[in-house]
């Protein structure tokens, strides 16, 4: 019913920055909650932000202050700026959404971010 296509992921120096954005199709209507999740090689995959319909957002403490979540209802997109990006951001990201009931829950394919000197 729904459809998440992310994009801008790729190859960035320490300090550096990327836009990720997730595209959404389908039966939008039925989307609340978005959010970020990532996940590096061996580990669990984590919350990175997440933001309602209304632009409220909520960010893992990794993010605070380095990440920042929007979301263009019209468009059916969301993005995250990630500035002064990590070694530690390394990672597939995932985008998220959520009905409004909580009952569905739809997830992209995932894009590299790696950050490295």
């Known amino acids: 019913q729904v459809q998440l296509v992310e994009s801008g992921g790729g190859l960035v120096q320490p300090g550096g920055s990327l836009r990720l954005s997730c595209a959404a199709s389908g039966s939008t209507f039925s989307i609340n909650v978005m959010g970020w999740y990532r996940q590096a090689p061996g580990k669990q995959r984590e919350l990175v932000a997440h933001i309602s319909r209304g632009g409220s957002t909520n960010y893992a403490d990794s993010a605070k202050g380095r990440f920042t979540l929007s979301r263009e209802n019209a468009k059916n997109t969301v993005y995250l700026q990630m500035n002064s990006l990590k070694p530690e951001d390394t990672a597939v990201y995932y985008c998220?959404?959520?009905?409004?009931?909580?009952?569905?829950?739809?997830w992209g394919q995932g894009t590299q971010v790696t950050v490295s000197s």
């Open positions: 998220n959404a959520l009905s409004p009931s909580g009952s569905r829950e739809y």
